[in-house]
């Protein structure tokens, strides 16, 4: 090969060495130096367990809607809802809120964390930390409140912790039903009303 | 004709929190009225009223509609009777207004101050200042030195 006298041919025969080998440690580091890819986590599976969904039937944010007999309009919602096996029309459900707007005007807002629906016996059963916020002015907190689907009863056995508009009202247990027409929440089992005169 | 006397057992704050216990409370959610019944206690300071019912009236706000928040009066109803330190009375019913601080009982009227005891129709109190009359056929039984009255 001829040797070559001017520097523009030299550069260019050391050229034709230097860059394929700059190729191909570039292609090496594409392949061989790289890290190895792992199949499994190549897609993100999202985390719900599809046998539990496929095996256990459920209803996300369910809704029921209906009217008592003496014109109050009732409407219970849930996060998530599952039929019982117990019988039918029965289902349990959990963070559920409820509504009952009453012809006289006000409107109790309910909200328990767990209840139990029972549209056979027309009973709708809350538990834990249930609270009950009556436009009337009331905010109630009871642990637990059964309310009747087919007429104007909500029923709370236990202990109630009531802050009315006068003051603090603490009693054995509480009730809003329909007595001839008007609305009346009546607290019995023991009431200690506490009233700061504002003069 | 009445007769003025001091109260001084009853002679307190009125602005002091008022408690009421009882065996049930009714309230009328469109209303707002609210009936307390079951031997029914009202406390305030060192004022007790017992009383079978009391009916409690809200002061009207400003557009007519009842204040539910503020309380114009309690009517106690069904035989009442009155204890303070130094004071017992008794009547048939009793109206009290924590708002204004006045105390008036009706029906045959029993007033026991230490040994003395005055009866009439009706006794109004003014708790903020213990002042007290005796209104409707008064009479007053005062007990003479021996028992060390007041």
């Not at chain 1, 309310?147 to 202990?159: E, F, H, I, M």
């Not at chain 1, 039903?177 to 009346?184: E, H, L, P, R």
């Not at chain 2, 206690?41 to 017992?50: C, Y």
Request: charged share 15%.
């Amino acid at each position: 090969m001829a040797t070559h006298d001017n520097i523009h041919s030299r550069l260019v025969a050391w050229l034709k060495v230097i860059l394929p080998l700059a190729a191909l440690a570039l292609l090496s580091t594409l392949f061989l130096v790289s890290r190895g890819i792992a199949p499994e986590d190549a897609l993100p599976y999202s985390e719900v367990d599809v046998e539990e969904l496929a095996r256990e039937p459920r209803l996300t944010a369910p809704r029921y809607a209906g009217v008592t007999l003496d014109g109050a309009a009732l409407s219970v919602t849930a996060e998530v809802a599952r039929p019982d096996v117990g019988g039918a029309g029965q289902a349990s459900a959990t963070a559920l809120t409820a509504r009952l707007e009453t012809p006289d005007g006000v409107t109790t807002d309910i909200a328990a964390s767990d209840g139990q629906l029972d549209t056979a016996a027309g009973l709708l059963t809350l538990t834990g930390d249930v609270r009950i916020a009556a436009s009337s002015g009331y905010a109630i907190t009871t642990g637990a409140l059964t309310a009747a689907l087919d007429q104007t009863l909500l029923t709370s056995p236990g202990a109630v912790v009531a802050t009315a508009p006068m003051g603090r009202i603490d009693a054995g247990a509480m009730q809003l039903t329909s007595q001839d027409g008007d609305y009346v929440l009546v607290f019995n089992g023991g009431v200690k009303l506490v009233y700061e005169p504002r003069n | 004709q009445g007769t003025n006397l001091t109260v001084s057992g009853l002679q307190q704050d009125t602005g002091a929190p008022v408690e009421v216990t009882a065996d049930s409370l009714q309230v009328d959610q469109a209303a707002g009225s609210a009936v307390f019944t079951g031997n029914v206690l009202i406390v305030q300071g060192t004022m007790r009223l017992a009383a079978a019912e009391v009916r409690v009236a809200y002061a009207k706000a400003a557009d007519g509609t009842p204040d539910t928040g503020t309380i114009d009066s309690m009517t106690a109803t069904g035989g009442v009777t009155l204890a303070t330190a130094t004071e017992a009375a008794e009547a048939a019913e009793a109206v009290y207004s924590p708002q204004s601080g006045d105390l008036v009982m009706t029906g045959d009227v029993l007033l026991t101050q230490g040994g003395n005891s005055v009866s009439g129709q009706t006794l109004t109190i003014d708790l903020d200042t213990g002042a007290g009359r005796m209104d409707g056929r008064v009479k007053t039984v005062l007990q003479t030195g021996t028992a060390g009255g007041n």
